[in-house]
């Protein structure tokens, strides 16, 4: 049995829009942010750093697994289950690459985006264009790939996965994002489209 600790964030719903695509069975813990109890003790010996999503796998003779991060969960099950990853070296490395600026680039600025223009007390003009900027970069690197490929790799990926849940709020924010990068909304209606992607995003409600 697996139990996914989640919220309802675009981190959290990578890791739900997995184990939908690969149609594994799941118990769900929506983790209450706001009452702290990310920061109790149960909590922090899956995830050290409070951060969701993470999940316990129960594995046979009483042991357990624990993985926390997207990105590690994205790669475990991936290779576990050889599916969602390409075969080959070459197609691989692109998938890995892509995933990665889901991880460390796409995420993480958007999240720092965020904090800067709306949650921040005080707005600071330098920030909110650093990070602006940044994310237009990377909106426009996924444009250009998409302009020659169906997916961030050679098939549907986790790298799609990793990237999918932070186009999405974007797109729901509104601002004609999408309108600006036809390749990237073509990619997104795509993914959008996808039965599981769809119970995935729901999670949790």
């Known amino acids: 049995m697996i139990t996914l600790y989640t919220f309802p964030s675009p981190n959290g719903r990578k890791a739900s829009v997995l184990l939908e695509e690969l149609g594994l069975t799941y118990h769900l813990h929506k983790v209450d942010l706001v009452a702290g109890e990310n920061k109790r003790p149960e909590f922090l010996a899956i995830s050290p750093i409070t951060k969701i999503p993470a999940l316990v796998e129960e594995l046979p003779g009483g042991r357990s697994r624990r993985l926390f991060g997207s ?3 994205l790669l475990h099950f991936a290779e576990r289950t050889g599916r969602l990853m390409p075969e080959s070296l070459d197609d691989r490395a692109e998938a890995l690459s ?9 995420g993480p600025t958007a999240v720092d985006m965020l904090r800067f223009s709306v949650r921040a007390p005080e707005k600071i003009p ?5 990070y602006k900027g940044e994310l237009m970069r990377c909106y426009g690197a996924m444009d250009d790939r998409l302009a020659v490929a169906e997916y961030l790799a050679t098939s549907y990926s986790v790298a799609d996965i990793a990237c999918f849940p932070f186009i999405a709020a974007a797109a729901v924010a509104g601002g004609g994002l999408l309108d600006r990068f036809p390749n990237l909304k ?4 795509a993914v959008a489209a996808r039965p599981a992607v769809q119970r995935g995003m729901a999670v949790p409600e």
């Open 126 to 130: 330098y920030a909110i264009d650093l």
């Open 98 to 106: 892509w995933l990665m600026l889901g991880i460390s680039d796409l």
């Open 186 to 189: 073509r990619w997104h209606d």
């Open 71 to 73: 990105g590690a969960i």
